[in-house]
């Protein structure tokens, strides 16, 4: 079992910066791809972006291409989401989740394990 906690999320002024963090605990493992989600009120539940294990490539929505980076490390069992730019639709609530597979993937259904979600706001 993974124990998935992010932390971070906040209300930002559009343009702003945020950094989120998903913390990992349990029967964690380097190799691990993890990946970012969100849901906006309304909406279905949208990849964001995602790492692989070892933190060896990483993938995103077209939507957060050149403003949002993943990261990873694995010595604090913690995988980070820096967003810049933020626009009001990236208000939303964001998850973090893990998969026991190497490789990052866009698909929700590919993630064993998930966290509770932390809140941004973006206001315009």
């Known amino acids: 079992q993974v124990h998935l906690v992010e932390s971070g999320g906040g209300l930002v002024q559009a343009g702003g910066s945020l950094r989120l963090s998903c913390a990992a605990s349990?029967?964690?493992?380097?190799?691990?791809?993890v990946g970012w989600f969100r849901q906006a009120p309304g909406k279905e539940r949208e990849f964001v972006a995602a790492i692989s294990g070892a933190g060896g490539t990483s993938r995103y929505a077209d939507s957060v291409k050149g403003r949002f980076t993943i990261s990873r490390d694995d010595a604090k069992n913690t995988v980070y989401l820096d967003m810049s730019n933020l626009n009001p639709e990236d208000t939303a609530v964001y998850y973090c989740?893990?998969?026991?597979?190497?490789?990052?993937?866009?698909?929700?259904?590919?993630?064993?394990?998930w966290g509770q979600g932390t809140q941004v706001t973006v206001s315009s």
């Open positions: 349990g029967r964690t493992s380097p190799d691990y791809a």
């Open positions: 989740a893990s998969r026991t597979a190497w490789g990052g993937s866009s698909r929700a259904e590919s993630y064993a394990y």
